[in-house]
């Protein structure tokens, strides 16, 4: 047994040529990002149970104000490093050890003092102590090694695999011992906190560089080149990924901020762990072929095929579960976040899909793409999200994020990666149609079952989702047969492609 185990990760250790290699780092990056996922997700459900919304408004308040201030100085150094052509990047790892150990102790230093502002600003002073004690993180990010850098660039998504999961098995074990001892948003924290130690250490015990204090100004220039699109771009998402959340938790209350982030983090969780999985893997795919139009374009159409194929049901069917699943895994008390979490996770789906987008452009050296539609978009929230919050509260939030991406941003995205790929718009579309189709008919069978059925809540959870799952199958086998779809003959691809 133990000898097929150790043959079957051999093979899947990534080889090859470019699609070999990027399939197999799919396979671990898509495991690794599900217990990346999952655990803390597991942990959040215990907590929910345990402390209530009150005490997760304030872990949300601490989170989000080290996303903001990590946002604000991101340059994109790993980007820069990943898109350059060359496979050895040694020369700028120094340099980019310095920046990111003078990035982490400025974040600290401002959130420790910034703390008490926050806590009046939010009208939640308990918060303050979260924020300074979960600043040290910051500290920890930064003194990584960072040639694990070169587990993405290389597609060695094998080892970015223990590197990530350590960290992850850390913080679900200390953060559930945490939670057991003393059920309160100290758990969260605690476990951010081991989580990122244990990261530090295997950044240097998979990785035997062993980088030096030095800083090189010409290294730094040519990376801050590049990442310059990277820090606007990075601002610009904390504003739109995470300003509604500081806009809901200032406007309404903690607890309104943990139903509205809690909504989103559940809802996106599935289309979003394939949204990493692509972008990881098909950022670095897709820069090594960035001057072959063609190969661009076929890899591209087949990326959009297999995203589309598993995001559109992921988000339609989550949608359809949402009542169902909040009722068993949070409880009566967080009700009030369901017809939010309906509307994110039709979100989720596009988000998927348009990761791909954003992956492909950066790959081809135009990230200003990425900063300039941010910006528009930033610029769409900030006009609307006031009127519609004070209106319809968090259910109206939800319903403006998934109005301007869909309406206003999707076309747009889909025209320049048109552009960029020399086809057209309708024949990006055309890989989401039959997904689309097949999703609709498991989504009016999982409802229709969800309707019938009176059972308690994680039985019918686990009938409706058995059902979604077969009916889609079933609709996508129909539909593989009667057209020129051709899944089946792209998944066997995948397959190959991973084994080989």
């Given amino acids: 047994m133990s000898r097929k185990l150790t043959s079957l990760v051999r093979r899947l250790v990534p080889s090859g040529g470019t699609g070999q290699r990027a399939a197999k780092s799919a396979v671990w990056l898509f495991g690794q990002n599900m217990v990346d996922r999952l655990l803390p997700l597991v942990l959040l459900v215990i907590l929910a149970r345990l402390v ?118 850390a913080f679900f074990v200390t953060g559930l011992a945490l939670a057991l001892w003393d059920p309160s948003a100290w758990a969260w924290v605690g476990a951010f906190l081991a989580s990122d130690l244990v990261r530090l250490v295997a950044s240097y015990l998979i990785h035997d560089y062993r ?8 290294a730094a220039g040519e990376l801050i080149q590049f990442g310059k699109w990277i820090t606007g771009t990075s601002i610009l998402y904390f504003l739109y990924n995470e300003g509604d959340d500081v806009f809901v938790g200032w406007l309404l209350s903690p607890v309104a901020l943990a139903y509205y982030q809690y ?87 596009y988000r998927a899909i348009g990761k ?25 929230l900030a006009v609307l999200i006031y009127p519609v919050t004070v209106r319809w509260g968090i259910t109206g939030t939800a319903a403006l994020i998934v109005a301007v991406n869909l309406v206003v941003m999707a ?21 989401v149609t039959y997904p689309l189709l097949a999703s609709a008919v498991m989504a009016g069978a999982t409802w229709y079952v969800g309707q019938a059925l009176v059972l308690p809540a994680w039985i019918e959870l686990c009938v409706m989702v058995v059902t979604g799952g077969v009916v889609y199958a079933a609709a996508v086998l129909a539909l593989d047969l009667g057209t020129n779809w051709g899944m089946r003959a792209n998944l066997r691809q995948l397959v190959s492609n991973v084994v080989s």
């Fill in 211 to 218: 980088p030096g204090i030095g800083f090189d100004r010409q």
């Fill in 52 to 169: 209530g919304p009150l005490e997760l408004g304030l872990v949300g308040i601490a989170l989000v104000s080290m996303s903001a201030l990590r946002s604000l100085t991101e340059v994109g150094l790993n980007e820069a490093l990943i898109q350059r052509i060359e496979d050895n990047v040694d020369r700028y790892l120094n340099t980019v050890l310095a920046m990111e150990i003078a990035r982490g102790v400025l974040i600290f230093g401002v959130l420790f003092l910034a703390a008490p502002f926050i806590g009046r600003l939010f009208d939640a002073p308990a918060a303050v102590p979260l924020i300074q004690v979960l600043a040290v993180s910051a500290v920890l990010r930064g003194l990584k090694n960072p040639a694990v850098v070169y587990f993405q660039k290389n597609l060695e998504y094998h080892k970015m695999f223990v590197y990530t999961t350590g960290g992850t098995l």
């Fill in 411 to 431: 076309p747009l995205d889909l025209y320049i990666t048109a552009k960029i790929l020399e086809t057209t718009s309708t024949r990006i579309l055309s890989e």
């Fill in 356 to 380: 791909t987008m954003g992956a492909l452009w950066k790959a081809v050296g135009r990230p200003d793409y990425v900063t300039k539609l941010s910006l528009l978009k930033v610029a769409l």
């Fill in 263 to 349: 909504a989103y983090r559940m809802s996106n969780a599935p289309a979003t762990e394939l949204s990493q999985v692509i972008a990881g893997v098909m950022f670095p795919a897709f820069s090594k072929f960035q001057t072959d139009v063609e190969r661009l374009r076929e890899s591209y159409f087949a990326t959009v095929r297999l995203a589309s194929f598993v995001a559109v049901p992921m988000g339609i069917g989550f949608a359809v579960v949402t009542p169902a699943f909040v009722a068993a895994a949070f409880g009566t008390d967080w009700l009030p976040m369901v017809a939010a979490m309906q509307l994110l996770a039709l979100y989720g789906v």
